[in-house]
């Protein structure tokens, strides 16, 4: 694993800030709720994904500001995606997608760094399944992003596996955990990590 890799991982892990209040206050400290995700939030989610901790966080590597706006064109103009901006006391937060990879439909989401230990991408996602209902859905998650796993486990997600996924052009070499929300009755079956929307 190369260094630079092994010292953004720890950074990560120590920039977090557990919050202070217990899960089910801080969730009233901020009032969260999604809409579509304009043009014009492009600039400041492309900010948002060029934060260090962040994609240390996340194993991905930032997109350049170029690439992101390519990037996000298509995830506007794509009918099968299902973008939504986070405002947080009506200021854009962060983005969470509904999108579909080898006919599996995945949830993702990003929160910018000062916003994160307040809720926020636990409401979002509550938010996006009361909008979007087709099940199963899944995720995939680098093993050390404990605050992403606590997310989709106190939304319902199940883990159904881990692996070991190499370094790509997007990823960082990473162990991953997949993770479903089943519809009632159904059981998972192993997923393939997929590119991010975000
Ligand atoms: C991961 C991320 C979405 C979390 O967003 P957030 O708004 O801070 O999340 P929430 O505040 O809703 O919940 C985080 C939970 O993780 C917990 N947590 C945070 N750090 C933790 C740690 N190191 N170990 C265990 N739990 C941790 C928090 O206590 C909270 O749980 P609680 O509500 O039971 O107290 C945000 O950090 C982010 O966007 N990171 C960069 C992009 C990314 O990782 N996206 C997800 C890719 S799968």
Known sequence: MPTTQREGR???????????????????????????????????LCAFQQDPDSCALAAVKPRTTDNFLE?????????????????????????????????????????????????????????????????????SVASHNAASLRVLERCGFAITGKRHEPATDRFLEADVVSLILRAPNATAQPAQRPPSPL
Not at 86 to 110: C, K, M, P, Q
């Open 10 to 44: 720890r950074t990560a892990a120590e920039a977090y800030h557990r919050p202070m209040a217990a899960p089910d206050t801080h969730q009233h400290r901020v009032t969260v709720r999604l809409r579509p995700v304009q043009p014009a939030d492009l600039p400041t």
């Open 71 to 139: 990037h996000w064109r298509g995830v506007l103009a794509d009918d099968t995606i299902i973008p939504r901006a986070i405002l947080a006391d009506e200021t854009l937060a962060g983005t969470i997608s509904r999108f579909n990879r080898e006919g599996e439909h995945f949830v993702g989401y990003w929160i910018a760094r000062e916003h994160w230990g307040k809720g926020i991408a636990t409401r979002a996602l509550q938010l996006l399944l009361e909008e979007v209902t087709t099940r199963p859905l899944r995720a």
